[in-house]
């Protein structure tokens, strides 16, 4: 990594990286609502004018909702070819297949439009990008390598399985309010009777590329069309907490002593990392991107060191910033006071 670029997107991420050998990886397309997402990503890809790789932390709105309006405004940018897409692998737990039923179904009920099948819906929206040309597309787990010509990131979360009970306390949870939305609502109701009557999930698994899903339903394939409506009280409770069972599965990373990514991830997960990078004595870094846009904080952090500490926030998050972490960085930037953050190339500030 040797530039990075973190637009300013209010309560969202829409980063990229800069790696040594002169590529560009994308790491997310979201922001506070698709039109502040999809400026933030053609502003970075006028700073860099490439985008090979693009890496997916999560499958919450905050981190995607501009891909899909990338798509629609392609006609502003000139073509694109991304050669690579990364995104967290789902791990094992017991309850998994449930989980992910009600995940896509929350997904059909909050974006109405898709196939409510994350990675396939990811897939779908980069080829169509890509003028139909289909990205490689590999999952990550812990230990994992993402290898973008040369520059080696290491996957430091999410695990293969889950077997922690804090984690499993979150998914049982959200199980239990999905059930209650599922009881309550007619319309969450309708829509995951089609998920499960489609049986589109259990393809999921059956080729992880997802190329059966394509055949089967074709490049228009959408079902369960509903307008976007205010989601009832109950609907809303579920979606938050599937939303918090899924921060437990997004994406972390690292590259040597340059930069850790810490995604979404809650402070549970962050002692697991931080106690893992300080195995592989890994305890400083030239840039960290804070954990949940600035607002999660675990004190496993005190033992870690920073040049720049990058928070991605607008007006709802910033409120909730953690001030912890000027303490662990040199310097503290955030989005929300100072717009559309640029750190160059490493060696100028040496
Ligand atoms: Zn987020």
Redesign the pocket.
Known sequence: MRGIYVADVG???CMAIHTISGRTAQIDC?GQDEKAAFSGFERILNYFHSLDTFIL??Y?G??YNGLLYAYVNRYRYPPLRIREVYHPRIPEFREKMKLLLYLFTMNLVVFGSETGVMAYDLLQTITRINNGVRPKHTPCSKGELIKISGSVFEVLWPPATISDDKTLHDITQALKDFEKALEEDEETRRLYDHVKEEGIFEDYFSEEDGRNERERYGENYAYGKCERRKLPEVVEKANKSLRKAA?HLGLAFFEDNRILFL??TEGFEIKQIIDELRTKGRENFYILVAP??GTHWHKSLEQIGCIYSLSSSGRK?CSKFKPQLKEISQRSLATFVNGDILIPEWWRFS
């Open positions: 309560d969202g991420l979201g932390s999560h919450h905050d981190h921060n995604g979404d949940h846009h998050l």
